[in-house]
């Protein structure tokens, strides 16, 4: 049900489009940018992986793009930064993690406009781990390879279950 509106005249027939999926509806401002991503890991002290970058074969990374079409975006690990912006939106992906209280895993998502601003879009606290998702291949290519970072996950959940049951409760 997204649809890219560019004209005014679209907006009505977008929104009958979205209104058959549910019943609500998000209008919010495209972005023009490239789309960064970051895997953090850790609970304490996260640190944040390569960044990654999508780049969609469609007008946008809808739907169809990211799970139906097998060319419907290619991705690019690590995305191609120069080291400042990539040490940047890294940091952010950090501060991102740590501001949600978040534990264990996140993939923390960007736009990067042409200035050079980069804007959180989301985080994805339970990133995908098929054959094509993006957080354990940033973690590779970060020198961490898969068995690796499944072992470090369960440690950090092993982790943080030892010190929240180390927590006084009171029924």
Same mark, same amino acid.
Request: some cysteine.
């Given at each position: 049900g997204i649809r890219k509106v560019k004209r005014a005249e679209d907006l009505l027939p977008a929104?009958? #489009? =979205?209104?058959?999926?549910?019943?609500?509806?998000?209008?919010? #401002? =495209?972005?023009?940018?490239r789309e960064i991503e970051c895997g953090v890991l850790g609970n304490d002290a996260p640190e944040a992986s390569v960044c990654g970058e999508i780049v969609p074969t469609h007008e946008f990374y809808d739907y169809e793009a990211k799970y139906i079409d097998d060319e419907g975006a290619r991705l690019t690990i690590p995305a191609d930064l120069d080291t400042q912006t990539s040490d940047r939106i890294r940091a952010l992906a950090v501060e991102t993690f740590i501001a949600l209280e978040c534990a264990g895993m996140g993939r923390v998502d960007f736009f990067l406009r042409p200035d050079g601003t980069a804007l959180v879009n989301e985080i994805n606290t339970l990133p995908g781990f098929t054959k094509i998702s993006m957080y354990p291949k940033l973690w590779a290519a970060t020198g961490l390879p898969y068995p690796k970072l499944l072992d470090r996950l369960i440690g950090l959940a092993q982790e943080r279950h030892q010190r929240e049951s180390a927590l006084e409760r009171v029924i």
């Amino acid at each position: 049900g997204i649809r890219k509106v560019k004209r005014a005249e679209d907006l009505l027939p977008a929104l009958h #489009e =979205a209104f058959r999926y549910d019943r609500k509806a998000l209008i919010e #401002e =495209a972005v023009t940018g490239r789309e960064i991503e970051c895997g953090v890991l850790g609970n304490d002290a996260p640190e944040a992986s390569v960044c990654g970058e999508i780049v969609p074969t469609h007008e946008f990374y809808d739907y169809e793009a990211k799970y139906i079409d097998d060319e419907g975006a290619r991705l690019t690990i690590p995305a191609d930064l120069d080291t400042q912006t990539s040490d940047r939106i890294r940091a952010l992906a950090v501060e991102t993690f740590i501001a949600l209280e978040c534990a264990g895993m996140g993939r923390v998502d960007f736009f990067l406009r042409p200035d050079g601003t980069a804007l959180v879009n989301e985080i994805n606290t339970l990133p995908g781990f098929t054959k094509i998702s993006m957080y354990p291949k940033l973690w590779a290519a970060t020198g961490l390879p898969y068995p690796k970072l499944l072992d470090r996950l369960i440690g950090l959940a092993q982790e943080r279950h030892q010190r929240e049951s180390a927590l006084e409760r009171v029924i």
